[in-house]
């Protein structure tokens, strides 16, 4: 299905203020011209009204034909930043183009100021193509349509100005801003499969290398019975995969569980906008960078139908995080009440839980509570959750730190670094 313009395709041709008081003036001279007996009255007034109905006709025979390739740098745009927008405009009429201002149409409120693009002349390839460009700003993530170019031109005499929208519409991939996240989260507390607390394993045998402390919930066939007597404690085997640990993160994408969801006026496709959900997808990013950088393999679960691409495995280098944050430009809420749950997390799974939820559904709530096995770290970030829903995840062993959409994602991990919690403002 194509893109929407934001524009019509229609011409708008209107005659300018000396436009109008010209045909006015003409026909003053006529209507005066026989009362009066005045000949020469019939003169202007036939000038006057050649002038501006035949600058109607040259604007209509003076549209410019022109062919427009539009590419932005960089292709992909985080939310907030710069991305410069390159035109090649490009003369496929038999005659000079007229002087042009331009705009090109883009679907959110920035301020433009109107360009000029010279006249580009006929002849070699060069000579028929200009190339121009401006910056945009996009202010949230998403896929925007821009385009297609508004050109305004105007006749000789000035008595008519015209605006037509030339060539199509490009996508803006704009992905979520990713923020760096503070050491000292929930990845330094959590025993059992950090890439942190294995390198820090740099001293002692190799049954130091291959151990650590007993935590509730560990299975006794773990337990490492000559590294305990050596150290006076019990101690258990660590994973065998602890070069690479596993981390989930599970995200609630239903559109039942973001209120505060209304019509977005601006992306593409046309979809519900949450702010709350737009901090949630922030803090999916910021999270499964910050986890895939610390070491961990990282799978991202989504209680609605899946959009989100995986992060693929390290022999594929930057790309496999640049698909990732890719798909979550496109990411939306779903109303999805209709179908089943997807599966919980594989008998196997271990590493640490993070859920990112808003007020969801008693049944998202079960299918999150499966997401994690017993004696794992679980951290739930949570934006407007009833209590009841609340207290279930928390006697459930569940960490869960409340925030807003206003809330800052450094803080909100720092809260989470204890479960005590973080003061925001005390530092």
């Known amino acids: 299905m194509p893109e929407p313009s934001p524009l019509r ?12 008081a010209t045909l006015v003036a003409g026909a003053g001279c006529f209507m005066a011209a026989y009362p009066l007996g005045r000949a020469e009255l019939l003169v202007v007034g036939a000038f006057a009204l050649l002038l501006s109905l035949g600058g ?16 932005f740098s960089p292709p992909v745009v985080s939310a907030g930043a710069i991305a410069h927008a390159t035109l090649r ?11 042009l201002l ?11 100021d109107a360009q000029l693009l010279a006249p580009i002349r006929i002849g070699s390839v060069e000579k028929r193509t200009a190339t121009i460009g401006y910056e945009v700003h996009p202010p949230r993530r998403g896929l925007f349509p821009i385009g297609p170019l508004v050109v ?5 005499f000035g008595m008519v100005r015209a605006l037509t929208a030339i060539g199509g519409v490009d996508r803006l991939t704009v992905v979520p801003a990713v923020v760096d996240l503070p050491d000292g989260g929930p990845v330094l507390i959590d025993g059992d499969g950090t890439a942190q607390l294995v390198q820090r394993r740099a001293v002692g045998n190799d049954d130091d290398l291959s151990t650590r402390e007993y935590r509730f919930g560990d299975a006794l066939r773990r337990v ?23 981390a989930r993160i599970v995200i609630d994408t239903r559109l039942s569980g973001y209120p505060d969801a209304e019509p977005d006026l601006i ?3 046309p979809s519900p906008l949450s702010e709350s959900f737009e901090w949630a997808v922030r803090m999916l990013a910021s999270l499964a960078v910050h986890l895939d950088e610390a070491g961990f393999r990282v799978e991202v679960r989504e209680s609605a139908a899946q959009q989100i691409e995986p992060i693929g495995e390290r022999w594929e280098g930057g790309q496999r995080i640049e698909s990732f944050l890719t798909s979550l430009a496109a990411l939306r809420l ?9 599966p919980a997390a594989s008998a196997d799974a271990a590493g640490p839980t993070f859920a990112v939820l808003g007020d969801a559904s008693e049944e998202v709530v079960d299918w999150v509570l499966r997401q994690r096995r017993p004696g794992q770290a679980g951290t739930a970030f949570l934006l407007g959750m009833r209590s009841s829903s609340r207290e279930r995840l928390v006697d459930a062993g569940w960490m869960c730190i409340d925030v807003t959409s206003r809330d800052d994602l450094a803080d909100a991990w720092r809260s989470s670094a204890t479960e005590a919690g973080f003061i925001r403002g005390a530092h």
């Open 9 to 20: 395709r229609s011409r708008s041709l209107r005659l300018t203020a000396r436009g109008w």
């Open 89 to 99: 405009v490009r003369n496929t009429g038999s005659a000079t183009t007229p002087a």
């Open 102 to 112: 331009w705009n090109d149409a883009i679907p959110w409120r920035e301020e433009q």
């Open 56 to 71: 109607l006709l040259v604007g209509r025979l003076r549209r410019p034909k022109l062919d427009v390739i539009r590419m």
């Open 152 to 156: 305004e031109y105007a006749d000789p």
């Open 267 to 269: 992306g593409w496709p």
């Open 224 to 246: 490492h019975w000559r590294a305990s007597a050596r150290h006076g404690e019990l101690m258990v085997r660590q994973e065998e995969h602890r070069s690479h640990p596993d």
């Open 334 to 342: 779903l109303d999805r009440t209709g179908e089943g749950m997807p």
